[in-house]
C-alpha cells in the first residue's frame, strides 16, 4: 500500500487479515534498499501476541509497507499472524551458532578486523 506519510501511522493499533489484534506500531524508518521502495514499521507485540508466537520477547518486530493492506483507526495487515510468525520465528545460522531471529535484531555487527560495521535492524 502507497502511504504518503509514514509517521501518522505511529502508535496506531495494528491487526491482522483475520481482525486478531498483533500491536501497535513504535517506529517508522525509510527503507535503504532500491529492491524494497517505501518504509518499513516496527510492530511492538501486544502481551498476548508476544506470549502466544514471539517467545516472550519485548523486541519490535518489522514489517514492509506492503503488508499493509489498509489505514482507518487501525492498521490493517494482507497476512494473518500466524503466517508472520512463521518467518519471524526462524533461526540463523552464525558460523557454528544457532540464533533466533529475534535475538539478532539490535545486535553489533563486526567484521573480520573486529571493527564495528552497523547493527541488525531487520531480517
Known amino acids: 500500500m502507497k502511504i504518503n506519510n509514514p509517521y501518522e501511522l505511529v502508535g496506531k493499533e495494528v491487526v491482522d487479515q483475520n481482525g ?5 506500531i513504535d517506529k517508522t ?3 535503504w534498499n532500491q529492491d524494497y521502495p ?3 514499521y516496527g510492530i511492538k507485540p501486544n502481551d498476548k501476541t508476544r506470549d502466544t508466537f514471539f517467545r516472550g520477547t519485548h523486541k519490535l518486530y518489522p514489517i514492509y509497507n506492503d503488508y499493509i ?4 483507526e487501525y492498521v490493517t ?4 499472524i500466524n503466517e508472520l510468525s512463521r518467518y519471524w520465528n526462524k533461526t540463523v545460522y552464525c558460523g557454528s551458532t544457532i540464533y533466533p531471529t529475534d535475538q ?3 545486535m553489533p555487527v563486526y567484521d573480520k578486523n573486529n571493527s564495528r560495521v552497523g547493527t541488525f535492524y531487520t531480517f
Do not use: A, D
Open 20 to 24: 486478531t489484534p498483533v500491536g501497535w
Open 29 to 31: 524508518w525509510n527503507s
Open 38 to 40: 517505501g518504509y518499513f
Open 69 to 72: 493492506q489498509e489505514v482507518k
Open 77 to 80: 495487515l494482507n497476512k494473518t
Open 104 to 106: 539478532l535484531i539490535e
